[in-house]
C-alpha cells in the first residue's frame, strides 16, 4: 500500500497544503481573500470565513486530520455562490465572470 504524504485542507480556499506550509498559507490567503472581496459589488461581498475549531484528539495526542480536512473543506465549499440563472455555484469573484456568458437554457 503507498502511504501519501499527510496534507492539510486550507479553510479558505479548499485547497490541500503539506501540514508545516498551511501556516504560512493561511495568512496569505486570508489577506487575498480580503482583497478580492473588497473589489466585489456589495451585493456580493461574504463575511471573513471563520477557521473551524476541531478539538478532536486522537489516542496518540494528536488532532484529527480527516476531521479537521473535513470542516475545512465543508467551510471553504460554504463560501460558493450560486448563480440565479443555472444554479452552479462559484468563487463570488468567478460569477461575475460566469454570469457573463450564462444564458438561461432554451425549452425544447
Known amino acids: 500500500m503507498i502511504k501519501c504524504p ?6 479558505i480556499c479548499g485547497r490541500e ?7 504560512i498559507h493561511e495568512p496569505q490567503c486570508l489577506k487575498k481573500w480580503h482583497n478580492e472581496n473588497n473589489l466585489l459589488p456589495k451585493e456580493l461581498r461574504r463575511p471573513e470565513p471563520k477557521k473551524p ?25 460554504s463560501q460558493l455562490v450560486p448563480c440565479n440563472i443555472c444554479g452552479r455555484t ?19
Open 17 to 23: 497544503y503539506g501540514t508545516k506550509s498551511i501556516s
Open 53 to 77: 475549531e476541531v478539538r478532536t484528539i486522537t489516542a496518540k495526542g494528536f488532532y484529527d486530520l480527516d476531521a479537521l480536512n473535513e470542516a475545512a473543506w465543508t467551510s471553504a465549499q
Open 6 to 11: 499527510r496534507t492539510v485542507v486550507c479553510y
Open 90 to 108: 462559484f468563487l463570488p469573484d468567478r460569477l461575475i465572470v460566469h454570469q457573463r456568458s450564462c444564458k438561461p437554457k432554451a425549452a425544447k
